[in-house]
């Protein structure tokens, strides 16, 4: 395999880990477990990220890291809208809070808002994804 095939690989298994805690954020928010909801949210957003990342030669240890590299990288560069660096910053707050904060609360809606606003961060991440590879 070359590194080029390893690199495409890891960037494939990052976007199945970012689905796979979208669909992880749906069930807890069904069960009204919000805070770990907020959680697969974010992780989903910061998989999809790390994919997109990866895929441009970037990889980084830290969350703080890809945070930067996001709005570095991709915001600043015109490859995203503005609009999509602060929805990522919104949730990783959110993540922050529901993580670190002890009593920590969030409303349903909240959380449902955060939860449609992830799912199209991580399309973005898929289409910018899609337009790397042609």
Known sequence: MTRDEARQSIVSYWTRK????????????????????????????????????LGAGQKFVKHSGVRGAL????VKS???????GKVYDRIFEGRQSADYLE???????????????AEGFVSEMKRLQSADTR
Do not use: P
């Open 78 to 84: 015109g490859k995203i809208s503005a609009a999509w």
């Open 71 to 74: 709005h570095q990288s991709l």
């Open 18 to 53: 970012a689905d796979t805690a979208l669909a992880s954020a749906r069930s807890e928010l069904a069960a009204g477990r919000l805070d770990f909801a907020v959680n697969r949210i974010y992780y989903a957003c910061f998989y999809a990220a790390s994919a997109v990342l």
């Open 103 to 117: 009593l920590a609360e969030f409303e349903r809606d909240q959380v449902a808002e955060m939860l449609r606003e």
